[in-house]
């Protein structure tokens, strides 16, 4: 089965450029994370989506993050402008929720490496 | 505010010496904690999920326990192909999906 797949899998940009990461998730599952990794914070979580609708984004960092989930198979995170600090290695999971207390487990991508120059 | 915390940072073990990863967590209330395995350029990949205190999962020469207070993680007879590092995360009660992760073990194992 195909995992999470994210695009693209590196970005090298100068600062001020508009940047845009893209996720797949897996066939089916309904929730859908953006989450950020650095050496200093470790992983981060930006947002997420249930059903694609956005129900927690208190993570996004500031107005210049966005996040967007057209559709069950297919969502964007996009950074305008970018700033060197926005260097990271940003990471798409999904998962399916089967109700009640006990959750299935978030599946991640391979991460999008971001250098913002 | 929640909070998780891992330890040691860094391990370095030789092949066949067994230890164990320590996570220790303070939430508001636990709906389940989950360990991750990650390698270099990877995304983190799963392992098990704990709910309650006293459960154990096991894989291979891993195997998780739970506390109320923490969970550890105990590699027996470690490989070089175990060397990675280990995440856990806690799902907190009232915040749906949310993962809230450790910064971390590195654990190198070598011949």
């Known amino acids: 089965d195909a995992g999470v797949i994210q695009s693209p899998r590196h970005e090298v940009t100068e600062m001020g450029q508009e940047v845009t990461l893209r996720c797949k998730p897996i066939s089916g599952h309904d929730y859908l994370f953006w989450y950020r990794q650095t050496m200093m914070r470790g992983l981060e979580l930006l947002i997420y989506?249930?059903?694609?609708?956005?129900?927690?984004d208190s993570g996004m960092p500031e107005d210049r993050f966005s996040a967007k989930m057209p559709n069950a198979s297919f969502s964007t995170l996009k950074i305008q402008p970018s700033e060197p600090r926005d260097s990271a290695v940003y990471f798409c999971?999904?998962?399916?929720?089967?109700?009640?207390?006990?959750?299935?487990?978030?599946?991640f991508g391979d991460g999008t490496r971001l250098s913002i120059l | 505010e929640d909070q998780v915390t891992q330890s040691p940072e860094a391990l370095r073990l030789q092949e066949g010496e067994s230890s164990s990863l320590n996570c220790s967590y303070t939430v508001s209330g636990l709906r389940g904690l989950f360990w991750y395995r990650q390698d270099p350029g990877k995304g983190p990949e799963f392992l098990f999920t704990?709910?309650?205190a006293g459960e154990e999962k096991e894989k291979e020469r891993l195997k998780a326990t739970l506390t109320k207070k923490e969970s550890f993680l105990h590699i027996t007879a470690p490989k070089p192909e175990d060397s990675a590092t280990y995440l856990c995360?806690?799902?907190?009660?009232?915040?749906?999906?949310?993962?809230?992760f450790g910064t971390g073990t590195r654990l190198q194992v070598t011949l």
């Open positions: 989506f249930n059903n694609n609708v956005p129900i927690d």
């Open positions: 704990l709910y309650s």
């Open positions: 995360a806690v799902q907190v009660v009232g915040t749906a999906s949310k993962l809230t």
């Open positions: 999971a999904s998962s399916l929720s089967r109700g009640g207390d006990r959750n299935q487990p978030q599946h």
